[in-house]
Nanobody
Framework: VQLVESGGGLVQPGGSLRLSCAAS????????MTWYRQAPGKERELVAT????????NYADSVKGRFTISRDNAKNTVYLQMNSLKPQDTAVYYC???????WGQGTQVTVSS
């Protein structure tokens, strides 16, 4: 089983990034998938959740209206589109397969001018 995040980087406030989480070793459609983030000195927090077939999503209040979680089960991949980024969005972003209780390695997102 492997989850590999990509798409992080340095972006200016107000900018956008699209994170990807590529799953292998299991069928992604068998699991609710989530994105978490962890900023320095803070606990890991849940950012967004998507059901197995993408029919329902949920977001933390802090990202609602700015972030969109989606999935392409044919590609075994989950995405997090992040718009209107703020400095407080700076964190390591992780994807998590709920059914397998399995974490990816994380990708760094830094929002700074």
């Amino acid at each position: 089983v492997q989850l590999v995040e990509s798409g992080g980087g340095l972006v200016q406030p107000g900018g956008s990034l699209r994170l990807s989480c590529a799953a292998s070793g299991f069928t992604a459609s068998s699991s609710i998938m989530t994105w978490y983030r962890q900023a320095p000195g803070k606990e890991r927090e849940l950012v967004a959740t998507i059901t197995s077939f993408g029919d329902s999503t949920n977001y933390a209040d802090s990202v609602k209206g700015r972030f969109t979680i989606s999935r392409d089960n044919a590609k075994n991949t989950v995405y997090l589109q992040m718009n209107s980024l703020k400095p407080q969005d700076t964190a390591v972003y992780y994807c998590y397969a709920v059914r397998l209780r399995y974490w990816g390695q994380g990708t760094q997102v830094t929002v700074s001018s």
